[in-house]
């Protein structure tokens, strides 16, 4: 049988930003609720699993943590294609982190799917008093591609789980609107299909005999 079987529905989400945000933390927090102080950076493409329950439905995660260097561009385009979501990171401590998110998000729409989700993370939160982008700024951004948005600390652990649930929420009520839609479409198509000529077989009351064409 095959494992994917198993589950119900299976989605890939991509982690980008620059090189050094916490997008590995990130992951392993949310993936194993580990946290490394000591990181390397990603070399292309590291990826991970995660299976978890979502109103009754057994859901598995296809997580895909890229690399932020411009030398590892040429590879990761191609993990783009078929993610359903992403997450755009940024270090709210380092200023340029925050000010590439343009040249991020335009990376998506170029390389992604049209109907890709988007949530806007600003990572590193427990770090404060270096704080270089505030929220207000972030949550500016985020109106601005009329996407998510949420502050994330990999290292307390702070808001991580939150912000996969609100973009994978997202997701899944995209998905299931998409199947009303379709459905609703081929009922549509259906009765236009089965519409025909309707005869009027009702007999006149002052005449016994049906009415007929010459």
Do not use: H
């Not at 933390?25 to 102080?37: A, G, P, Q, V």
Request: aromatic fraction near 8%; hydrophobic fraction near 30%.
């Amino acid at each position: 049988m095959n494992n994917n079987d198993n589950y119900d529905l299976i989605l890939k989400l991509v982690l980008i930003g620059d090189s050094g945000v916490g997008k590995t933390n990130i992951l392993s927090r949310y993936n194993n609720n580990e946290f490394s102080l000591v990181t390397q950076p990603t070399v292309g493409v590291e990826f991970g699993n995660k299976i978890i329950k979502k109103e009754n439905k057994s859901i598995k995660l296809q997580l895909w943590d890229t690399a932020g260097q411009e030398r590892y561009k040429a590879i990761t385009n191609a993990f783009y294609k078929g993610s359903k979501g992403a997450f755009v990171v940024y270090d709210i401590t380092r200023k340029s982190s925050f000010l590439n998110i343009d040249k991020w998000i335009g990376e998506l729409k170029t390389n992604g799917s049209e109907d890709i989700l988007i949530i806007l993370v600003g990572n590193k939160s427990d770090l404060e008093d270096k704080r270089e982008v505030s929220t207000d700024e972030g949550e500016k951004k985020a109106k601005q591609y009329g996407i998510a948005f949420c502050e994330t600390s990999a290292l307390q652990g702070k808001n991580i789980e939150y912000a996969f649930n609100i973009l994978i929420d997202e997701i899944i009520l995209e998905i299931e609107n998409a199947k009303q839609k379709e459905m609703k479409n081929n009922k549509s198509n259906n009765k236009k299909k089965s519409k025909g000529i309707m005869l009027n077989t009702n007999n006149d009351k002052n005449n016994k005999k049906k009415k007929c064409c010459k």
